[in-house]
C-alpha cells in the first residue's frame, strides 16, 4: 500500500506565491515519477506538471514560466513551487506517485483572489 499526502496548499491573492509539498509512503519499490494535477469547480481534472525520478520536467503551457515542480528521491517527495498565481489557478491539486502503479493523494485547495 502506497500513501500520497498533499500540503501547502491555501488562499493567496493574485501575484502571490504558494509551495505545495507531495510526499509518497508505505510500500514503494520505486518511484518512476511524480506530478501534480489540478481541478477547477466545474472542469475536468487537468495536467499541470510532472518529473521524472531522473528529474525530466514537463509542464502545462498555462503554467510554464510560472510554476516548478522539483523531487527529492531520498524523501520520495515532489515540490511545486507556484509564483505569479492567478485567479485561473484556483483549484483543488491532486499529487500523484508512478510507483510504479499510479497512486493519487487526497488533495489540497488553493485559492487565489483577484
Known amino acids: 500500500q502506497v500513501q500520497v499526502v498533499e500540503s501547502g496548499g491555501g488562499m493567496v491573492q493574485a501575484g502571490g506565491s504558494l509551495r505545495l509539498s507531495c510526499a509518497a509512503s508505505g510500500s514503494i519499490f520505486r518511484i518512476n515519477a511524480m506530478g501534480w494535477y489540478r481541478q477547477a469547480p466545474g472542469k475536468q481534472r487537468e495536467f499541470v506538471a510532472s518529473?521524472?525520478?531522473?528529474?525530466?520536467?514537463n509542464y502545462a503551457d498555462s503554467v510554464k514560466g510560472r510554476f516548478t515542480i522539483s523531487i527529492i528521491n531520498a524523501k520520495n517527495t515532489v515540490y511545486l513551487q507556484m509564483n505569479s498565481l492567478k485567479p485561473e489557478d484556483t483549484a483543488v491539486y491532486y499529487c500523484?506517485?508512478?510507483?510504479?502503479?499510479?497512486?493519487w493523494g487526497q488533495g489540497t485547495q488553493v485559492t487565489v483572489s483577484s
Open positions: 500523484n506517485a508512478a510507483a510504479p502503479n499510479l497512486y
Open positions: 518529473i521524472t525520478s531522473g528529474g525530466t520536467t
